[in-house]
Structures are given as C-alpha cells and as structure tokens.
C-alpha cells in the first residue's frame, strides 16, 4: 500500500500557507529535507548556474513507491502526517505536502527513485504545466530529484533572481547550515562541476564545522553543552577576538533544524557583552533541544522560523550556556566590565530623569555626559613615566600630556581645560587620511612579507575574496588562491604590515566581504581604505607611553578632519576648567581671596 496521500481539506486550513519557493536556494533546502526525512545519510547536490539552470539532489535515503509517484507532486501530498493531532508534534522536516508541487509549478522536475521492496525503479518527468509522466527504470536504493529552468514561464519571478554567483552563494550557506547541525549525515555540493563543500557522514561535530568554517575559525572554537531544565543547549561558539562583521555565523538550530530568531541572537551577543568591537558579531552553531510539545514549526511557510514557547528561557539558556562555556575567569571579567557600564548607564538614568543638578544635565546636553561622572570618580589612570607626562603643540595652543584614560582616551591638559581625544578614532583618522592620499595618486606604500599570511576560511569567503583581488591590489594587498579553501596574502599596505596578525588579517577580510562591492567602485575604495585604516590604527584599550601619544596628537594636527573620526562619529571633547569648577561648587579666584579674607589667611 502506498504511503503518500492528500490531506484531507480541514488539516490543510490549519496548515500555514504562502509560497515556499522564493530563490534556488529554497529548492535545495526542501529537497534536502526530503531526503533528510527519507532517511538518507548522504545527500549529494549539484548547481548549475546558481541553481537557476539546474538543481540535482540525489540520497540514499527510502526511496518512493511506484503507486506513490503520480501523487506525490500534488499539493498536499505527503507521508509524514495525516490526523490534527500530527500536527502538534511535528517531527519530520515536511508535513505540509506542497514542496514537489511548488517545485513543479515553477519549473521542469524529473525524480528517479528505488525503494527496497520494489524490484524495479521508477522515473517521474513533470514538464512545467503538464501531467507528470510515470516509467520504470532503475538506480541503487534512493531517490534523486533533478529541477531545471526555474521560473522559465514565469518571468516576472525570474527577473527577481539574483546572478548567478549570489544564488550560488544562498545555496551554500544553505547547505552549510543544514550540514553543521548533522554530522553524521554526509554532504557534497557541486557548483558548475567544482565541488565546493565535502562532508563525509559520521564525522565528529568539531570535525565537522572545522572543513566548513575553515580551520581558523574551529581552533577559536568552544563546545557548548549546557542544561537548564528541559533545554539543552549544546555546539559550538568562537573566544573572541574571532568574530564576523555581521550575523552570518550565528547558527542556531531547534531540534536540528535551522532557524533564524531576533531573540536568540540578541541573547547570544548579551552574552559577549563587551569582549567584541562595536561592529563584531560573535560566532555560533548552536543546537536547542526541548520538548517538542513547546515548539511549533507551522508558523511559516519555509519553515525559517518556530515559535518556541518560553523563549525568554530559552534565550537565558543560551546566554548562561555560551558564559559558562567561556570559563570562570571570563564570567568575572565579564560581570566587571559590565558592572562599570552599568554605573554609567545609572548616571545616565539619573541625569534623564533629573535626579541630578543642572551642571551635570549641563554636561548632558553637551554630550559629555559620561566625562563629567567618570573624573569624579577618580578613573583618571595617566600612563608613562614620567611625571611631567610632556607636552605637545595642537590646535595653536600647548597641551601637557597627562595620559591616558582607561587605555582608551588620550588626556591632554590646557590652561582651558581638558581635551579628552579618543585614541583609536583619532589615529583611524590620521592613517584614513594617509591611505587615501596614497590610493589616489597610485603609490601605496606596501609592506613584502617574508612569510605569506596563509588563511583557511569557508569556501565562499575564500572565493569572495580571491573575485575581490584585482581592487585589493590597488591598496597594497597581494592576496591569492591557494588551493580549496585557503587564501595566501603576500603583501600588505604598510599601515596594516605594522599590526598585522593571522586573526586581525581573518577579521579583516569578513569586513571587506561584507562591504558589499556591487556599489561604485570609489565608494567601495572608500571603504575598503577605511576599514583598513580602523584595523591598522592603535586600538581601545592599547596602553601609550607619552611619546606615543604625542606622535598621534602629532599626526592628528595635520589632518583636514581632525574633530572626526573617519566614520563622522567626535573624536575628541573638550572639557572646560570653568564647567568643572561650577560643577563641584568652585567660584573660582574671587572666592578663594573672600575665604581667605574671611578666615583672616593670607
Ligand atoms: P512533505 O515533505 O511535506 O511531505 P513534499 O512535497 O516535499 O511534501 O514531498 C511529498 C512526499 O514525497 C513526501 O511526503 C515523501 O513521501 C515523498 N518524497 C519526497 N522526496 C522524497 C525523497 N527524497 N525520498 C523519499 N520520499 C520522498
Ligand atoms: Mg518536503
């Protein structure tokens, strides 16, 4: 008897509806699923032309039956639910029947496919618009699920796609996704004949991410396995530094299926807190494991999201599990950190809600608001030697150099008062200036490493990056294929040479990507010169010694653009003597001589 029948007309209603194929890549990720639900342990998968052209999965997994074949492209056909109450426990990947016949609507499908019972094989060719055609023929055990031209009849869709390249690359984060979470299933994707990824089935989960995620980001990696009543929380995430310019890298998975959710990330860089730059996301792959009863997959369509009851919980779950996975000395370092953000933000609390006197709302409205409580209290940390600290000219007048302020602000003392200058802005600003100078007049100074930077990154990032390497030359890196998925940099702008290390260079080349070079080339070198400038220039929290921080207020005053930064964020305030007197009650001179009279002193 066959296994694949109609639903009946209630339990669709209660099914949620909407189109399932938006792109190539939302074809591989049914039809994995398909084969994933088949029991497959290995999935083969070949694009061509990203996937518009052709798509070709093929499994091990159970096959289909002859009697199923001619119903399994209706809509709402499936095997794997029949009652309302499968609904509430849905543990297979499909239960909505429409993926075949959503395939089939939008393009031509051919599926090959043995059973074990049956002794012969059968072929199912559907055109676009025309009954499938049913004939036997015959393949080992499994099915495999071809798909070409898609949306050729429809081409208001078609015109919607994007090239090539970027569905290839929808397709392999797809991919990616699906084969972190399954190690013991095997994953191979062919892209225009050039196979891209290659997972064998059964490997060990480390293993796993490490030939995805290439091996630099899986030595930075730590397991997560972490209880919290009945969710379990378990994967992997990346010790910071290492990190991405955007999310990504934020695998998670519920109940091995990958999902993306606002809430769940937001929990994840809570977790960080403060041990990633502003800008930096963090890396995961993450598994929740809960009760099935608490999650429902029918909320949409391509199944992208759940609702999970409790998700505050779950999304504390993931919080303490990625904190805990860090270590103890990173939980106090952490607590600490965020104590003295804290602080600051109670200030800030305060000064909105007027709890405090006018000076400080004075300072509020200034945006020196942090300055004024900070120096109260008694944070000012000078660094160097000596105790005259030195001295520097800088917007025409001489500044005592008193040091530095959470290794993180330059203090520059003036018979005015104080100039507070942020050091890494400040210096950004004065090697943006440098490198774009150079750019334009075609000689950037370039630094020849002895010993190339090899980097191992995904094999995307690694193609990106290589595509990339004609406009990167421009500014002074040599970057080249060097073989699968590792890239060799052989030269660097100087700049950079000074500071460069394997982890800055990986971080740095996420952020290019990112960049996104389909806008205008000039704006693109725009950025690429300030990104570079940001990882090349002296970082928050570097200790200075005063000569060191003369020569940045040195550089500094040559510039055009001193007060920013080259992202338009300040990059220095001033400090009035006069605001800190008021501010503490301090009347200045004349009061001092009407104490002193007063008090009869001299
Ligand atoms: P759903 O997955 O929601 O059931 P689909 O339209 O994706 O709906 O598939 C319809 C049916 O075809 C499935 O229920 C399954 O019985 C059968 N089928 C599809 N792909 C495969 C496969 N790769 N191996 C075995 N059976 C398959
Ligand atoms: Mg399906």
Redesign the pocket.
Known sequence: MG??KILAEDIVTLISAGEVIENPSSIVK??I???L??G?DMIDIAINEGGIRSIAIS?N????LRE?CSI?LQRH????ISTREDIDQIS??????????SIAAVADIRII?QTEEEVTGSQIIARFGEIPKVTETSRPQG?T?EVTDLFKNIPARRKHLSDARVESQRIQEVVMKQAAILPEIGFRLKRDGNTIIDCPPNQVAGDRIASLWGIDIARSLVDVDYSYGNIRITGFVARPPVSRGNRSREYFSILKRPITDERLSRALETAYSTTLMKGQYPICALDISMELSKVDVNVHPTKREVRILDIERVGDAVKVAVRRAFGVTDIIEETSMQSSLDETTDIERKIKSGETSEVESQFHHKGQITAAPLIEQSLLMPSGDDDDGGEVDFLGGVFKILGQMHNLYILLESEEGLLIVDQHAAHERVLYEQLRTEVTQGRVAVQELLQPFILSLSPKDAEQIVELSETLENIGFTITSFGGNEVSISTLPEILGRVASETELLTLVDRILDLGHTEAADTFMDNLVKVTACHSAVRSGQSLNTDEIRDIIIELSTTKSKFNCCHGRPSMIRIRKEDIDRSVGRMGADAISRYKARHGLK
Request: with cysteine; net charge negative.
């Open positions: 296994k694949v049914e039809l699923e398909n084969s639900d088949a497959a499994d997994g159970s096959g289909i199923d399994c056909s499936t095997s794997k297979t990947y499909g239960f909505r029947g429409e993926a075949l016949a496919t099915t699920v």
